[in-house]
């Protein structure tokens, strides 16, 4: 039986060729798929396999192709939340296209809907440029819509949470996608119940009718906010979830820690909870980075912070690097 992985991944955890041929009836794919150039980190392995999505006639169709599927699955989006490990990924990975990207705007009814591929900062600006406000905060976050609800992403005193009215969820191998409200996605900071398997396929958010000329200057002060306080470059945002509202960045800089590295992956001398990844960094580096500070801050505050980053491909927990310690859990 032929099977295709990428190379360091056991054929236990390979992609039948009989899924292949399945999966090549229905959409575009490509076999050992450079993950880098699809994250923000612009670090990593193969894809075993990437599926392009072009519409959801094709991510129904795919979808079906999964239902026997146990192997492992990765939704992309932008990318801005991933760390794939340097052996590379050895499942499926589904990623959605341009279709995925249309927003609606209902300015009288105070609904923006967007599908689960629109990026965050694109739907911040369209909804203000419609005449409605309460979305300007997405400006600010580099990721999708899709990646917005299953993060439930937010940022300047907001969140996915607190304007999101419904999405339609698919899960992969399930023959149809669901409508699911916030209270069923189990929304906590920077969590929800959204799996794996779940495809976002769009998004409805309540916002409130206002003046464009407000909402572009609330929008503009995010950005300038976001360039004085935030380092550019190749990194995934905030590594480290804000611990009992205390800014995890500042923890992570009396602990001195600013600066430290592993490789080619340094603490930004910016913001501390920003690790960049720079030119002829591993995925490894990076990893064994966000372990290093998140260990000795624990020594040092008896802290364990909880990363927003997503492992994938890594031994172990690939959603949270590593569990604390079995007396602090």
């Known amino acids: 039986m032929n099977r295709v992985a990428p190379r360091g991944v056991g054929p236990g955890r390979a992609v039948t060729g009989a899924l292949l041929r399945a999966l090549e009836r229905e959409a575009r794919i490509e076999r050992a798929a450079p993950s880098a150039p699809l994250t ?7 894809l075993a396999v990437l599926v392009e999505i072009g519409d959801e006639q094709q991510l129904l169709a795919v979808s079906k192709c999964l239902a026997g599927y146990r192997g492992e699955v990765l939704v992309i989006g932008r990318g801005s939340n991933v760390l794939v490990a340097d052996s590379g990924f050895p ?5 959605l296209g341009d279709a995925f990207e249309r927003i609606e705007i209902d300015g ?3 609904v923006v809907t967007a599908g689960g591929a629109t990026p965050l900062p694109v739907l911040a600006r369209q909804s203000a440029a419609g005449g409605l406000r309460g979305l300007e905060f997405f400006v600010g976050i580099p990721g999708s819509v899709g990646g917005a609800v299953r ?3 937010g940022g300047h005193g907001s969140d996915t949470a607190d304007v999101l009215i419904d999405a339609e969820i698919l899960r992969l191998g399930e023959p149809q996608a669901a409508l699911r409200n916030g209270d069923a996605l189990g929304f906590e900071f920077r969590s929800s119940a959204v799996s794996d398997r779940d495809v976002v396929v769009r998004a409805s958010f309540r916002a409130n009718p206002g003046d464009p000329g407000e909402a572009r200057a609330e929008i503009e002060a995010v950005v300038r906010w976001r360039r004085a306080n935030q380092p550019g470059g190749q990194n995934c945002g905030s590594v480290f979830v804000n611990p009992d509202g205390e800014p995890a ?3 992570i800089d009396e602990c001195g820690l600013k600066g430290a590295r592993v490789g080619g992956a340094v603490v930004s001398d910016k913001h501390a909870n920003f690790v960049q990844a720079e030119v002829g960094a591993s995925a490894a580096d990076v990893a064994r980075l966000i372990d290093t500070v998140r260990r000795r801050v624990y020594e040092r505050t008896g802290r364990w912070m909880r990363a927003e980053l997503h492992l ?3 031994d172990g927990d690939r959603t949270v690097i590593p569990q604390p310690p079995e007396d602090d859990r």
């Open 151 to 153: 993060m439930n992403a």
């Open 312 to 314: 994938v491909g890594f």
């Open 40 to 46: 923000t980190y612009r670090v990593g392995g193969p």
């Open 91 to 95: 499942g499926v990975a589904v990623r």
């Open 108 to 110: 009288r009814g105070g």
């Open 249 to 251: 960045g500042r923890i």
